[in-house]
């Protein structure tokens, strides 16, 4: 659950964006996500994406990306690149870049935000902006496995008499709704 924090922070983001969104100028906005994934061999995985919106009314030149939140010692590179640049981000356009690392160290983990630096064609020198964080990531604890098919029992068990009700009503209403062969084919003969 969001704390209240997080929603306040989100909340004067979008009002400061839709303040600066009405100047002539790129409003770079990132959005960073890391998820935890466990390997066969009792490996995990880390897969980080990072999206990054022009939410300015201009275009912003000279975009790169640079996440180097990942110390050396607790993590490797699988795949990907912890930067990357590109020539352009048009406004209201999106950017999208993703890595993959493994961990090597048992621990809770927190991750700052990625920087973003872009060029204003009015400006000389570069702007920067920042990624939202992530939450702290519990990398290689004991986790009991999970259950198949535990949040559909869950789910089943907190809404199963709502669907059933609900199942029913619209059953009736289609059987009231839609008319019987039968009928039709009475009707039929008759005007025959």
């Known amino acids: ?3 209240p924090v997080m929603i306040a922070a989100i909340f004067a983001l979008f009002l400061a964006s839709s303040t600066l969104a ?5 409003f770079i906005v990132a ?9 066969k061999s009792g490996a995990e ?20 990306l640079s996440d180097d939140s990942w110390p050396q010692d607790t993590f490797d590179v699988v795949s990907g690149n912890t930067s990357q640049s590109w020539e352009r981000l048009d406004a209201g356009g999106i950017l999208s870049h993703s890595f993959e ?11 700052a ?4 630096k872009f060029r204003i064609p009015t400006k000389a020198a570069f702007q920067e902006a920042y990624s939202t964080p992530i939450l702290p990531l519990d990398v290689l604890a004991d986790r009991p496995p999970e ?9 089943l068990a907190r809404y199963g008499s709502l669907v059933s009700v609900v ?11 839609s008319p019987s062969k039968s009928s039709s084919a009475k009707g039929s003969k008759k005007r025959r």
């Open 101 to 111: 690392l493994e961990a090597k160290v048992e621990g809770l983990f927190y991750g």
């Open 147 to 155: 259950k198949k098919f535990e949040w559909a029992k869950r789910l």
């Open 22 to 26: 009405s100047t002539d100028a790129p």
């Open 45 to 64: 995985r880390v897969s980080v994406s990072i999206d990054i919106y022009n939410r300015g009314s201009s275009t912003a030149f000279d975009v790169s």
């Open 113 to 116: 935000p990625a920087v973003v």
């Open 167 to 177: 199942s029913i009503v619209v059953l009736f209403v289609y059987l009231v709704m």
């Open 1 to 3: 659950m969001a704390s």
């Open 31 to 39: 959005h960073k996500k890391a998820t935890l994934n466990r390997l």
